[in-house]
C-alpha cells in the first residue's frame, strides 16, 4: 500500500500507510468534521479521491477561501439541476463560483421571473434534502461528447469540441450530470443557506456577437450568520449604488443617445471631478512630479514597436488620417517615452517622474460596461517614472508611501498583490526576474504583506495592485506600480552615466487613483453620496424661512460665494421642512436657515444633514468653520 503523509492544521504531518481515499486518510486523525474537500498531492480534489500513490493529504477546510468556493460551485450544479427538473428544456451553459456567490447561465427562451427563482430555490431545497452525493466521473472526450449530444446540451459539446485532453471529468447528483472539474462537496446536503439573488443578460462566453443567455446569480454560506451578514451588506450596496446616485444627486449620466460607455458630468459631478484633479496636482508637484500632456492620437507604429498593437488591439480605436493609421491611446505611456526621448538624459536628471490627467479610449464589449466603473473614455492619474536601475526600489517605495497618503485622506484601507510574469510577455526573463525583484524588495522594505498572482503582470513588465476597500469591505481595484525594463529597450532610451557611458533607464508606470471615472463611482457608493466637506459638490445651501428674510439671505449667500464657499440657495415659497428635506436628500453637509432672527441678529443658524442643530453665530465664525473642513 502507498505511504500517505496526513498534514494537520497546525502544520504537523502524520504518515499512515496508505487507505482507499483521501477521506479514510484524514478520518485517522479526525481531520474529517469541517473537511468539505482535500488538497492531495497540492491539488484541490473531492474527499473521495483514490490515493493509489505516495502523496501528501491536506484537508480543505469550511471556514477557508477554498472551502466556500467548493461550497458555491456545488450549490450552482444544484440550481443547474433544479431548473432542468422545472424547465427540461432550458439548456445549461457554465456555472463557476465568483467571490461570495456563483451563477450558471441558462439558455431559455422565456424570461426568468422573480416567481421562477422562488421555485427554482424550493426545488434545491428538496434536491439537498435527497442527500445526494456528487459522483465524479471520467470519460473519453468522445464518449462525452456523445453523452452531451444525446442530452441535447449545445454548449458543453461546444466546449469539448474545443478541449485537447484524451479524458475529461463529469460530475452527477441523481439523474444530473455536468462536465466539471471539480471539486464538489460529498453530497447535496452538505449545504445548508443560500440565497438566488438576481437575473442578469450575458452573452455566450462574454462574445456580444454570440447568443444572449440568462445568468442567475446566487451565494451560499456555512452559516445563516454569514448568509445574512451578506445579504445585510448587499441591502446596503443598492442603497449606495453610484448609478442610483448619481441621477439622484445630478452627478453625472450615460445616454444612449451620446454613446455606450461616455459619461456626460453634470456641474456637481464636474466640481466633484474638479476637486479631484487639483488634489492630484498638488500632490504630485509636491512629490517632484512635472506636469506634461499627450495628444489623443498617435501612429499607429508607434503602437507596434510598443508591442501595445500586439498584445492590446482587440481594445484600440484604429482610424486613418491622410492615409496614415492612427490609434486612439488606450494609454498614456508613449507620449512620456518620447518626452524622455526628445533629449539627451543624463544621471544627474535622474529620476524623471512624469505625471498626466490623461484620457484614454478603450473598446469594451457592452455586456461589461457598469456605470463609471466600467466604462469606454475616462482620465488616468498617469505617471511614468524614469530611473536608474539602482534608484528602482526606492522609487517604487515612494510611489506606494504616496498611495498611502492619498488613500487615508478617504478613509480606505487596502490590500496588496503582487503580478508576475504572464506567458504572452516582451522583454527578456533576465530583465523580469529584476523587475520582480525589485517589486518584491520595496514591499519587504516597507512591511507591506502581499499576496502573489502569478502569470497576471503586463506584459511589458509585472505589477503590484493595491485594492482599497470601502465602507462596506468591498474591494475595488485602484493603484497599479509595473516595473518595466522591456519598453526603454524597444525605443532605446537611455542616459549617460558618471562613467561617462551610456545605460538603459528603468521605467515605472503608475496610478495612484487609477481611472477617476472608476474612483468617483467608488467614492459614490463608499461615502453613499454623503461626501465629506472638503470634497462635497455643494458645501452649504441657504434657506429662507420666509419672503421677510431674503434680503439678508440673500447678503449671506453671496458672502459665501465670495469667500469661495460651494453654495446653494432656496430662496422659494415652500414651507422650511420641504426645503430641509430637499437639502437633505441632496446631501448638503450644512444647511443655513434664514428667519427672522439670524436677520435681525445678523448671525446664521448652521443645520447637519444629520439633523443636528449648531448654535447661533456670526457669519464669520461659520465661514471659519466650514474652510477648516474644506482642507482634505
Known amino acids: 500500500m502507498p505511504q500517505v503523509k496526513v498534514k494537520l492544521p497546525s502544520g504537523i504531518i502524520k504518515e499512515v500507510e496508505g487507505l482507499g481515499n483521501a477521506w479514510e486518510a484524514l478520518v485517522r486523525f479526525e481531520e474529517t468534521k469541517e473537511a468539505v474537500a482535500a488538497r492531495v498531492g497540492g491539488e484541490l480534489a473531492d474527499l473521495s479521491h483514490p490515493l493509489t500513490e505516495d502523496t501528501v493529504v491536506e484537508a480543505v477546510l469550511a471556514n477557508s477561501a477554498e472551502g466556500a468556493e467548493v461550497l458555491r460551485h456545488s450549490t450552482s450544479h444544484v440550481m443547474a439541476q433544479a431548473v432542468k427538473e422545472l424547465f427540461p428544456e432550458t439548456k445549461i451553459a457554465i ?15 422565456v424570461s426568468f421571473t422573480d416567481a421562477d427563482l422562488e421555485k427554482i430555490e ?28 444525446r442530452l441535447g446540451e449545445d454548449y458543453k459539446v461546444e466546449l469539448l469540441n ?66 445574512n451578514e451578506y445579504l445585510e451588506r448587499l441591502k446596503q450596496a443598492k442603497a449606495r449604488d453610484h448609478r442610483v446616485l448619481g441621477k439622484e444627486l445630478e452627478l453625472f449620466s450615460i ?20 476637486l479631484l484633479e487639483d488634489l492630484e496636482k498638488r500632490e504630485h508637484i509636491k512629490r517632484g512630479y512635472q506636469l506634461v500632456y499627450g495628444p489623443q492620437l498617435l501612429k499607429l507604429d508607434l503602437w507596434k514597436k510598443s508591442g501595445h498593437y500586439e498584445h492590446y488591439r482587440e481594445q484600440m480605436y484604429i482610424t486613418e488620417v491622410d492615409g496614415q493609421k492612427y490609434a486612439l491611446k488606450p494609454m498614456n ?16 536628471d535622474l529620476p524623471m517622474r512624469l505625471f498626466e490627467l490623461g484620457t484614454v479610449h478603450r473598446y469594451e464589449k457592452s455586456g461589461v460596461l457598469h456605470g ?46 503582487l503580478s508576475t510574469k504572464p506567458d504572452q510577455h516582451i522583454g527578456s526573463d533576465e530583465d523580469w526576474d529584476r523587475a520582480t525583484e525589485a517589486l518584491r524588495t520595496a514591499l519587504k522594505q516597507e512591511d507591506i504583506p502581499y499576496q502573489v498572482h502569478e502569470g497576471e503582470g503586463a506584459f511589458y513588465g509585472p505589477k503590484i ?26 525605443f532605446d532610451l537611455t542616459y549617460m552615466g558618471p562613467d561617462g557611458n551610456y545605460h538603459r533607464p528603468a521605467m515605472i508606470h503608475r496610478v495612484i487613483l487609477g481611472a477617476l471615472e472608476r474612483f468617483i463611482g467608488v467614492l459614490i457608493e463608499h461615502y453613499g453620496g454623503a461626501f465629506p466637506t472638503w470634497l462635497a459638490p455643494v458645501q452649504v445651501k441657504v434657506l429662507t424661512v420666509s419672503e421677510k428674510s431674503l434680503e439678508y439671505a440673500n447678503q449671506v449667500y453671496q458672502v459665501l460665494r465670495e469667500e469661495y464657499i460651494r453654495v446653494a440657495e432656496d430662496f422659494g415659497d415652500e414651507k422650511i421642512g420641504h426645503k430641509i428635506r430637499e437639502a437633505q436628500l441632496e446631501k448638503v453637509p450644512y444647511m443655513l436657515v434664514i428667519g427672522n432672527r439670524e436677520a435681525s441678529n445678523s448671525q446664521v443658524s448652521p443645520r447637519r444633514r444629520d439633523g443636528k442643530l449648531l448654535p447661533s453665530q456670526p457669519l464669520g465664525d461659520f465661514i471659519a468653520m466650514i474652510k477648516a473642513e474644506s482642507k482634505p
Open 465 to 490: 495592485d493595491l485594492k482599497l476597500k470601502d465602507a462596506l469591505n468591498r474591494k475595488w481595484q485602484c493603484a497599479t506600480i509595473q516595473c518595466d525594463f522591456a519598453l526603454p529597450e524597444r
Open 372 to 417: 463609471l466603473l466600467r466604462v469606454r473614455e475616462f482620465t488616468q492619474d498617469d505617471a511614468h517614472l524614469f530611473c536608474r536601475p539602482e534608484q528602482l526600489v526606492a522609487e517604487i517605495r515612494g510611489v506606494i508611501q504616496f498611495v498611502e497618503d492619498i488613500l487615508k485622506l478617504f478613509k480606505f484601507d487596502y490590500e496588496v498583490e
Open 333 to 348: 505611456c508613449l507620449s512620456h517615452i518620447l518626452i524622455y526621448k526628445s533629449k539627451r538624459r543624463s544621471y544627474r
Open 162 to 227: 474545443e478541449m485537447t485532453d484524451a479524458t475529461v471529468s463529469l460530475y452527477r447528483q441523481g439523474e444530473f450530470v455536468d462536465l466539471c472539474r471539480g471539486p464538489h462537496l460529498p453530497g447535496t446536503s452538505r449545504i445548508k443557506d443560500f440565497k438566488l439573488l438576481s437575473v442578469a443578460g450575458a452573452y455566450w462566453r462574454g462574445d456580444e456577437r454570440n447568443r444572449m443567455l440568462q445568468r442567475v446569480y446566487g451565494t451560499a454560506f456555512f452559516s445563516s450568520q454569514a448568509l
Open 255 to 274: 445616454q444612449e443617445e451620446a454613446g455606450a460607455g461616455l459619461v456626460i458630468y453634470h456641474p456637481k459631478g464636474a466640481i466633484l471631478r474638479s
Open 122 to 149: 424550493a426545488r434545491m431545497r428538496e434536491i439537498i434534502a435527497r442527500d445526494l452525493p456528487f459522483i465524479r466521473e471520467e470519460l473519453p472526450r468522445g464518449k462525452a461528447i456523445e453523452l452531451f449530444n
Open 95 to 109: 456555472g463557476p463560483a465568483i467571490e461570495e456567490g456563483f451563477y450558471y447561465d441558462f439558455d431559455r427562451e
